[in-house]
Nanobody, 116 residues
Framework: QVQLVESGGGLVQPGGSLRLSCAAS????????MGWYRQAPGKERELVAAITSGGSRNYADSVKGRFTISGDNAKNTTVYLQMNSLKLEDTAVYYC?????????WGQGTQVTVSS
């Protein structure tokens, strides 16, 4: 059974930083990519950042230069999202995602709230 366990969310002031972690277990397929999505109230879920098994990264335009995604190269089952210079509009539930050739799995989500 695939499980994605997220941690690191919380409340932070504008300009602050948070680091999200996601550990995957029970993976029985080749992972193509792991990533982070977010969903704010009343909005659709959107891609924040993703990293492929080969190490390629892509980011949403809104977070480029502020967020950094990285993975555990040894096991390829852990992914991190370092979030700096957080803005009010980064407030959302952040979801970890792991994707294979024909399937994908989601974490339960972790709340990130940016507020003064």
């Amino acid at each position: 059974q695939v499980q994605l366990v997220e941690s690191g969310g919380g409340l932070v002031q504008p300009g602050g930083s948070l680091r999200l972690s996601c550990a995957a277990s029970g993976i029985r397929f080749r992972i193509y990519a792991m990533g982070w999505y977010r969903q704010a109230p009343g909005k659709e879920r959107e891609l924040v950042a993703a990293i492929t098994s080969g190490g390629s990264r892509n980011y949403a335009d809104s977070v480029k230069g502020r967020f950094t995604i990285s993975g555990d190269n040894a096991k390829n089952t852990t992914v991190y999202l370092q979030m700096n210079s957080l803005k009010l509009e980064d407030t959302a539930v952040y979801y970890c995602n792991v994707r294979g050739a024909i399937s994908q799995y989601w974490g339960q989500g972790t709340q990130v709230t940016v507020s003064s």
